[in-house]
């Protein structure tokens, strides 16, 4: 599909289109692109795979970089990214977080209005916008805008998330690359427990879907291995039981290592660390701070330390190292990530607006293709880890996760332990 | 020094001594290993450095490896390293943590009696010691009782610590794979906060000494690049001082990355941790447990909060991460800490006890060497940051310290941006 845009890309200007006229003459003019939301280790690939196919579209003229995504274009903050040197892209595109700056901003009606007045004096025809499930609402709120007002533009929404959480696509690019930040600290750290043994907690981010704390498992390989306990936004938290679970690995190993998913919740929805927050902080698109803060990880470990005051117990919250590391990258996420950019601007030269996804091709090697849906199927909910995935017990993941997942997070380090001869 | 030893040590047995006779006949029997304290990412290269040489040593029979540190000597829990496929051993070198088991034990009298009993039921005439400065402290002990007793025993300490506080020695193997993590999470966690911009908090471990914390400025390479401020335990931390200080970077850069060690202390010598912590555990040498909570780092963001209401701040406490991260290796501080253990071993051959040192070689490429000091002149004491690496305002550490660690934590992603072409 991607070749196919490609190749009718290679003419200088569209065809005139038979149907849907007014749409089609809209397809030559200068682009935007942005970043938005939570950065991640490979949202600049994306960046430079726009730019570089940008390039090589004769109906994209300049190609605008919008500082902070659609705070750029409020308040003219752009930059030309058509004279960009390409060695240095290729160095941009390997450096973690959004290379153009980020933004949490949903933007109002007044607004909409004001960004499509900055598209029009620039002559910005196309829109590409990088970011998550917030942002392809942003993506998708300023199309109707557009739409309402009858001006010709297309808005392609690239994806990006370490929280896989995108809706229709298999995964989402950013995704691999924090899975292997997070199963590589989970192999470090449970060498590091079996060396002094004890119980030791770690907060994984992932406010609504378990898919980055589900990657704590992926470099397990001997029945001992940790983490011993997944616990995912999917199964409502019960603190009573969560205990009860660590007194039994406790019990069988004489160790614990738990992975815990930053938004997990009580039966009835509410996020323990919402519960434990006293002044809970919340974003533009109503989320709430889970992040950056150490108080759910030091209140399971006391709640630990309650029930087995012998036991040694430390808790850790990974926060915002696991999405923007510098050189933990997974080279399928880097490889997929370019992908997306790219194929956006191709899309755009022979489809209307839209958003990039993902899915596997069929076959026992991994190996994925891009295809574009409609903004309104991805914007604004999120897709959960499947139920099929998690253990009956709903403290662990089942191999069906790992066979999605380990191609993602790429190959990960050798851990080998020594023969037990005595 | 080391090639001296292992040109001595290819001799079958040592030659008996003119002197000190009674020392240089216990020169061959069986050898124990053991690993103590905090792990590191490289401590299983030392473990394989004294595996690999004490096979090459024909005054060496068993070589045993104790599970976790003394407590397997206590135990009788004792592993037959001699048979170890080389294979396999080559992988444990590169496997993170202490493949022994570590513990954090300094033994009672009545323990070193035991030990030493061990160590006569196995004929064992050298004890190898892997950690920190604790352990050094363990390994003279230990050498003291065997004295009193008059028992034949070489104890040569192999240092390890990811904190480089060890007296004597240049730097300490561990160090700079540690120093690489920290180093990498800025780099990446400055992107990170050039995106979405705010205060960020990172708290570092390095209870007595600030050179991990120090090792957050690795990565710099312009003006703005951050951590902007950097606290050491070096210097007394003063909270005021502290919020003014993120006030004036903030009126300056818009933004603010800050390093915090999770030392950092007021005038008086008391921790802001300890201050925080309303139950401090402390761990059998007396340290106070610093590491596993997010305490310091949510009281710091609070202190900004208050002082700056509008501001985005958040606050990540690097915890364990950054000792055992799987696949985050400094290549030279894997071959150095594979040097002590394979020295420790060639030293025992033709000295008496001792701890291994690492010296700077002259020249203007990085080189080091071995050398063996006396237990006493490393075990329990620290070393700290020199106040000359800090800067006068006791914020920030000078050039000084980056071209002393630079070649330990080795080579460092690149990081790159935008030219700012409008």
């Known amino acids: 599909m991607a070749k196919a845009s490609a190749s009718t890309a290679r003419k200088r200007r569209p065809r005139p289109a038979r149907s849907s006229a007014r749409v089609r003459s809209v397809f030559a003019g200068n682009a935007v692109v942005g970043q938005s939301g939570g950065p991640t280790a490979v949202i600049n690939q994306s960046l430079v795979g726009v730019i570089l196919e940008a390039r090589r579209q004769k109906a994209i003229g300049k190609l605008f970089g919008a500082r902070h995504g659609v705070q750029g274009l409020l308040k003219d903050d752009l930059l030309d990214l058509s004279r960009q040197r390409t060695d240095l892209l290729e160095q941009v595109a390997d450096t973690p977080a959004a290379a153009l700056g980020s933004v949490r901003k949903k933007p109002t009606p007044e607004e909409c209005r004001q960004i499509l007045a900055a598209c029009r004096r620039h002559d910005i025809r196309f829109v590409f916008y990088i970011g998550g499930n917030d942002s392809a609402e942003t993506a998708n709120i300023l199309l109707e805008t557009a739409r309402a007002l009858e001006h010709p533009l297309r808005v392609?929404?690239?994806?990006?998330?370490?929280?896989?959480?995108?809706?229709?696509?298999?995964?989402?690019?950013?995704?691999?690359?924090?899975?292997?930040?997070?199963?590589?600290?989970?192999?470090?750290?449970?060498?590091?427990?079996?060396?002094?043994?004890?119980?030791?907690?770690?907060?994984?981010?992932?406010?609504?879907?378990?898919?980055?704390?589900?990657?704590?498992?992926?470099?397990?390989?001997?029945?001992?291995?940790?983490?011993?306990?997944?616990?995912?936004?999917?199964?409502?938290?019960?603190?009573?039981?969560?205990?009860?679970?660590?007194?039994?690995?406790?019990?069988?190993?004489?160790?614990?290592?738990?992975?815990?998913?930053?938004?997990?919740?009580?039966?009835?929805?509410?996020?323990?660390?919402?519960?434990?927050?006293?002044?809970?902080?919340?974003?533009?698109?109503?989320?709430?701070?889970?992040?950056?803060?150490?108080?759910?990880?030091?209140?399971?470990?006391?709640?630990?330390?309650?029930?087995?005051?012998?036991?040694?117990?430390?808790?850790?919250?990974?926060?915002?190292?696991?999405?923007?590391?510098?050189?933990?990258?997974?080279?399928?996420?880097?490889?997929?990530?370019?992908?997306?950019?790219?194929?956006?601007?191709?899309?755009?030269?022979?489809?209307?607006?839209?958003?990039?996804?993902?899915?596997?091709?069929?076959?026992?090697?991994?190996?994925?293709?891009t295809r574009l849906v409609a903004l309104s199927e991805v914007a604004k909910h999120t897709k959960s880890l499947p139920r099929e995935w998690i253990s009956a017990a709903g403290n662990d993941v089942k191999p069906a996760f790992c066979r999605y997942a380990s191609p993602l997070a790429g190959p990960l380090p050798v851990i080998a332990r020594l023969e037990a001869r005595r």
Chains 1, 2 share one sequence.
Not at 186 to 209: E, P, Q, W, Y
Not at 267 to 287: C, L, P, Q
């Open 156 to 369: 392609i929404h690239v994806p990006k998330t370490i929280d896989n959480d995108l809706l229709v696509t298999d995964h989402c690019p950013g995704y691999g690359s924090a899975a292997k930040f997070v199963a590589q600290a989970f192999m470090g750290d449970d060498c590091d427990n079996r060396s002094l043994k004890g119980i030791k907690i770690n907060v994984v981010m992932g406010r609504h879907a378990g898919f980055l704390t589900a990657a704590s498992v992926l470099g397990r390989r001997t029945p001992d291995d940790g983490p011993h306990l997944v616990y995912l936004p999917e199964v409502a938290f019960d603190e009573q039981r969560f205990v009860a679970d660590v007194v039994a690995v406790i019990e069988r190993f004489g160790r614990c290592l738990v992975a815990v998913s930053e938004g997990v919740h009580d039966a009835g929805g509410t996020t323990i660390a919402e519960r434990i927050a006293a002044r809970a902080e919340r974003d533009a698109h109503g989320n709430v701070q889970l992040s950056g803060s150490g108080a759910l990880g030091d209140h399971l470990a006391h709640l630990v330390r309650v029930a087995l005051p012998q036991a040694r117990v430390r808790a850790d919250t990974f926060g915002y190292l696991q999405r923007c590391f510098a050189g933990c990258v997974s080279p399928v996420d880097a490889a997929e990530a370019r992908l997306v950019g790219r194929d956006a601007v191709r899309f755009a030269m022979t489809n209307d607006s839209g958003t990039v996804v993902l899915e596997r091709r069929p076959g026992n090697r991994y190996a994925s293709r």
